[in-house]
């Protein structure tokens, strides 16, 4: 299981495997609104208001979006790893209104009800004690504030490639997806609200296939096929030179 700290840690030591992943959504990807502008699209800022950011990576989602922070927010942003936090900085440089600082979600260093905006996107799979976690994001949040939080779910690109492989994945990390996120948020949060994002891979060449199974290494075990047997396996199944991967990706907009 993917709770394994060490092998997160590994993960993310530095953006490199993170990054590999990013390149083939942006390369094959079908709806081109782009997952990142769709989920900050449900932000719902307002002028003065202070945003924290959990597990923030590579901060690529916010990529185009900080000029459009409407006047006077200030925004955190965080991760558990400082090789991505140096990432982060480098791909969105510096700015007056945003910070950047190491924090684990299971500790967040901030007085009660500190943000109207708390933010956790596609790492709270990763969180050893999500209990603790969850508890942390509601103590930090206004009683008036959102917390937001992106998952992918059960039937999405993994899913897909294993039936299309025949062989299941081992290790595959189901700690907080689209179908069981509710009940562990409601636990937390009065009012929750699961948004999907409609998406798909075009894949034209397998041998990205073959890059985002490898860069998975340690959290989703594949095969004990070499890669040119997965490539052809993966070939098989293309049409008109096309293999069509569908995604399970979503977010949850929680109230307190
Ligand atoms: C899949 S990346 C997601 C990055 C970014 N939120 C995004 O959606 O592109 C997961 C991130 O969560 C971070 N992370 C893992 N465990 C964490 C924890 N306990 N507290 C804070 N960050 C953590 C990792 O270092 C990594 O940067």
Known sequence: MLQDQKTVEAQYAT????????????????????????????????????????????????????????????????????????AAKETLGTRENVCFRQMDIQRIEAEKEAFDRVIANMMLYHVPDLTLALGEVRRVLKPDGLFCCATYGENGITAHLSRLLGRPVSRENHRFTLQ????????FFSQVERLDYPDALAVTDVEDLADYLESLSGMADWTDQDRPSVCAALRQHMQNGVLLVPKEYGLFICRP
């Open 180 to 187: 069981n996120g509710r009940g562990l948020l409601e636990r």
């Open 15 to 86: 953006a490199d495997r993170l990054n590999r992943r990013i390149s083939i959504h942006e390369k094959y990807s079908v709806n081109r609104q782009g997952f990142g502008p769709w989920i900050a699209s449900h932000y719902d800022f307002h002028p003065g208001q202070r945003i924290l950011e959990l597990g923030c990576g590579t901060g690529d989602m916010w990529r185009g979006q900080l000029d459009s922070l409407p006047q006077g927010c200030t925004l955190l942003l965080t991760d558990a790893s400082e090789g991505m936090l140096q």
